[in-house]
């Protein structure tokens, strides 16, 4: 699928808005097919008629406003020399999209995902619960790469397999908006890959090619939505074989895989599967 002119042209300008910027261009946007919308200065969630949310943050690690943007028209590839931001810009634009297309999911656009999930902690401080009824999933769009599908701390084996029969592939990843939402809520939750390659760099990029290749594959998933059963989160469980202290790291050499917060040195850490997790994360999280 190739990308038309007017489509570069909205990522283009997605893509140079600040973050404020951004939210009023949202909010104005969703306005047009949206009768329930929560906005804060953390959020903005609105409330959709298809029983799955759509998820993706507004913030980028950018630390000035991007104005050079290229774009290789027959590899379909985008990129800046003052860090494009596709992480994670791309999800913004794959759900704008998708509500352009047709589509109305509820969706919930972060700020701060980049320090630590600011944003989705107030969501789920302001709102312990789904604030709209019941959604059967969450779909983060906001991976790395063309096939990946992770989902943290969420052990839904069937949830698992039900997102990879479209053509995903499960990978591992640190921390993400769904880490914080979807236990809170209850609510099986997957990271899809949006296209972006070397974020949180000048070498970032898109590949336009991918992303599409994930809207299509969401778009499936939305038009089966109501046969979709109600996916609840399962945590994945650490038991004593799978957990060890590593007094040896240095202090701030590791980082918790679920709060990002640095550990101490002399901090009791949590090794499974990857994760370096602390104390409070497995309390709260992984038991």
Request: aromatic residues 14%; charged residues 25%.
């Amino acid at each position: 699928m190739r990308i038309s002119q007017d489509q570069i042209k909205l990522f283009k300008q997605i893509c140079k808005y600040t973050t404020e910027e951004l939210k009023i261009f949202l909010n104005n946007f969703l306005s047009k097919f949206y009768n329930n919308i929560i906005r804060t200065k953390d959020y903005i969630i609105a409330e959709g008629d298809i029983p799955i949310a759509l998820c993706a943050h507004m913030d980028t690690v950018a630390l000035y406003q991007l104005t050079k943007i290229f774009y290789d028209a027959e590899e379909q590839v985008m990129w800046s020399p003052d860090l494009l931001g596709a992480d994670d810009r791309a999800g913004v634009f794959a759900i704008l999209l998708l509500i352009a297309h047709g589509y109305k999911p509820t969706v919930i656009f972060t700020d701060e995902e980049e320090v630590g999930g600011i944003g989705a902690k107030a969501l789920v401080t302001r709102y312990p619960k789904f604030p709209f009824g019941k959604i059967k999933c969450i779909i983060e769009l906001d991976r790395t790469g063309s096939k990946d599908a992770v989902f943290y701390l969420c052990d839904n084996r069937k949830f698992e397999s039900y997102i990879n029969s479209y053509g995903f592939k499960t990978n591992v990843g640190s921390f993400s908006d769904i880490s914080v939402i979807a236990p809170k809520w209850d609510c099986a939750a997957v990271n899809l890959s949006v296209g972006y390659y070397n974020e949180h760099s000048e070498a970032e990029y898109l590949n336009f090619n991918e992303l599409f290749g994930t809207i299509e594959k969401v778009k499936k998933i939305l038009d089966d939505a109501s046969g979709m059963p109600y996916f609840n989160y399962v945590p994945l469980k650490f038991d004593s074989i799978n957990m060890f202290t590593r007094p040896q790291i240095p202090k701030g050499e590791c980082t918790c895989g679920i709060c990002m917060q640095k550990i101490g040195s002399k901090e009791k850490r949590f090794d499974a599967y990857g994760l370096i997790v602390c104390r409070k994360c497995y309390e709260e999280y992984c038991v």
